[in-house]
T-cell receptor, first 114, second 113 residues
């Protein structure tokens, strides 16, 4: 069975450019999470979707960040404009149902903003 | 404020040694999970503990949830190079916001052959 799929795996961009990260959750999972991981702050939850609806976006750093989930099999995280401090590894995770806490992570996108 | 403190932050040991890493909090969690993350990959779930005092074993790994459900430990017996990685604990709370996992910063383990 395919796990969570993320693309691209690596992204290098210049400050001010728009960046779009993509995620395909595990089929049948109805919860999706976007996280950011840095050495300083560890894993931070950015936004949580349940049944394609954003439930909690309190972790989104600022208005430059936006996330969408147009259907059950696809989500995007967009940064516009990007800044060097956005450099991090961004993970997407999915979960089946709401009665379990087990989350399955994708391989991540390593973003470098120069 | 870091809700989950993991210690030690880094650990380097020889193959065959035993080790224990810790995950501590002042908050009570309804469940706690341990993940292992290898370089260039996402975290992979190892175990979920739910009941205070619960002990779970996964081959050479032993996980314990504290009686008060505020802390947890992971003990590895006879460590192998394949155990190398970042070990993350994550706590879940019941009620509103129960979907959310709070992650510690992790213990980076290196097992030297």
């Amino acid at each position: 069975d395919a796990g969570v799929i993320q693309s691209p795996r690596h992204e290098v961009t210049e400050m001010g450019q728009e960046v779009t990260l993509r995620c395909k959750p595990i089929s049948g999972h109805n919860s999706l999470f976007w996280y950011r991981q840095t050495m300083m702050r560890g894993l931070e939850l950015l936004i949580y979707f349940n049944n394609n609806v954003p439930i909690d976006d309190s972790g989104m750093p600022e208005d430059r960040f936006s996330a969408k989930m147009p259907n059950a099999s696809f989500s995007t995280l967009k940064i516009q404009p990007s800044e060097p401090r956005d450099s991090a590894v961004y993970f997407c995770a999915s979960r089946r149902g709401t009665g379990t806490y087990e989350q399955y992570f994708g391989p991540g996108t390593r973003l470098t903003v120069t | 404020t870091q809700l989950l403190e993991q210690s030690p932050q880094f650990l380097s040991i020889q193959e065959g040694e035993n080790l224990t890493v810790y995950c501590n909090s002042s908050s009570v969690f309804s469940s706690l999970q341990w993940y292992r993350q290898e370089p260039g990959e996402g975290p992979v779930l190892l175990v979920t503990v739910v009941t205070g005092g619960e002990v779970k074993k996964l081959k050479r790994l032993t996980f314990q949830f504290g009686d008060a459900r505020k802390d947890s430990s992971l003990h590895i017996t006879a460590a192998q190079p394949g155990d190398t990685g970042l070990y993350l604990c994550a706590g879940a709370k019941s009620g509103a916001g129960s979907y959310q996992l709070t992650f510690g910063k992790g213990t980076k383990l290196s097992v030297i052959p």
